[in-house]
């Protein structure tokens, strides 16, 4: 297995740097400025090397926005709380240390050009020429609380992790047997007889009172609380919000026009590349590739399945637009004979022997001032909003510390001022929807004091500021608002009581030995048969089905069951199971199986590797 491993480590990415990237790491020593020594604040040491209080608060911050962004608004604030993520996060922390770790001590390492290549090839890290701007990297990586050299750390950090789950996971296998015992279950089909008693026989049976009503009110009372609720008048600042009042003038967008293009002549054309490496290359294993692409084979997807560059091979084969930098000389002469969509000959590199085509060029073409007109507009109202922004900003801060209300503010920097309406400590809609502002909102500065806020940073170029202006304390909901939902709730319960009880006695009654025909003709209902049923069956009941196939394979009798489904209740009656057959299933079929079978027990061998790698490992405290 840890050849394996180690074979997965492999992989050739060709370096493509750029001047200015050179220049962001050399001057990532400028760290100090945005945080203090790495190894301050120790929380644990694993084998050695410390975790530190500035990962901790990273990692609850990373949990919590997972939790959010999966779950929404409806998750209460103390289930994300910095002290009841603070051990699930340090845990998490703990057992990617000691996967790092192991990692190295298998001789597994990312190269720099791997992590510069796939750094300039980050879309989010792209300005609006769609290539990489340092400037919006530098922007990025601040608001994410990381500096250059950090960023690299931990991307080379992922790295590493991937070579080792994808190392110990592709080293699993699936044996004949075992597919043979999956396709048995997995396509089994039942045959079976049904009656449902169905809601509508029984509904007319039950009845709801008012004392029941009010005897449940009484009893249930905290179903019915409703949570204190808070209301804010609000300013929300942002550089988008600005762009679309900003006017650019036609004259200045064709000032701007002759500028770009101007800037843009003598500059060579850029190409976007992709290609497929062969690093141990035998003449037959390359035709193979070069007969499928004469064949009209997608050049993408011949690179994720034979390209053994690791760092392209999942992106299709693609390195982005190159200019020639950092390339084999032989690589770019290839790529400057070629035209967009051709496919070169075998060329030879020290990295191995490459397959490359163009896949898009730009630089060389003429752009019209009319295609230009919308992207340069875009562009000059940025930066307008964006300088008008920071002046805002600093003016809203000043003008909101101490006013009496919001209306005022808004009024002298002539920004818009909504008001969310009342909502709780789960959020509401809008801008109450966001984890910050609800916080805020509930804070004693606001909600007590009825101060306003300060700025509440929703993103890099987005800034609000709250007012309380309304708040309700908790109480129970009278019994008149509720009272609908309290019979509609009480009738369902009996209905599906009273369902279960009748059913119960007909299944009794076919158990004991009784036709099922003759029990639901007794009971006035209709006997369905269902044969060859599967288990992804869509046409029946879903409940229905899956009881069907939780009940034990039938030996000379009949099983007879009953189950709750969505309309009623059904008398089951299980006469004959047929397990499917391997060799029934199509080429393609197994093929699918067997991959995903094997991918699914890699997966589980790798949970069970990690754990052991973990228990073996001492964290001191």
Known sequence: MLQTIRDNSKGVVAGILVGFLVIIFALSGAEALFSGSSRSGEVVSVDGESITENEVAREIYRQR???LNQYGDSVPSEFVSDERLREPAIEALVQRKVLIQHARKQGMGVSESTLDQLILSFPQFAGDSGQFDPNRYQQVLRSMGYTPAQYKAL?????????LSSGVASSSFVTPAELERFAALNFQSRDFQYATLSRDQVADQVEVTDSDIEAYYQSNQNQFRRPEQVAVDYIDLSVANLMADIEI?????????????AAQEGQEAERRVAHILFEDASDERVAEVQSALEEGASFAELAEQYSEDLGSSGQGGDLGFVSGEGLPEAFMAAVESLEVGAVSAPVETEAGVHLITVTEQRGSEVTTFEDARERIAQQLKRVEAENEFVTL????????????????????????????????????PGVAGETTVVEAAFSEEVLERENSSDLIELANDRVVVIKKTDYQEAYIKPLAEVREQIARQLRNERIQSLLAERGEA?????????????????????????EKVERRASDLDRALVQHVFSLPKPSGEPVVSGVSTRNGYAVVMLTQAQDGQWSDLSEEEQQSLRRNLAQMQGQQEYLAYREQLRQEITVER
Do not use: C, H, K
Request: glycine share 6%; aromatic share 4%; hydrophobic share 35%.
């Open 65 to 67: 926005q997972q939790i």
């Open 155 to 163: 991307l080379r950090q992922e790295l590493l992790l991937n070579q």
């Open 249 to 261: 003038d036609e004259q200045t967008l064709r000032d701007q026009f002759e500028q770009n293009r």
């Open 393 to 428: 900003m600093e003016r809203l801060s000043e003008l909101s510390y101490n006013a009496d209300n919001l209306q005022s503010v808004a009024d002298e920097l002539n920004l818009p001022l909504e008001n969310t309406g009342l909502f709780g400590r789960n959020g509401g």
């Open 506 to 530: 007909l299944r009794e009654a076919v158990a004991s030995g009784e036709s099922l025909s003759a029990v639901a003709e007794e009971a006035g209902l209709e006997v369905q048969t269902a």
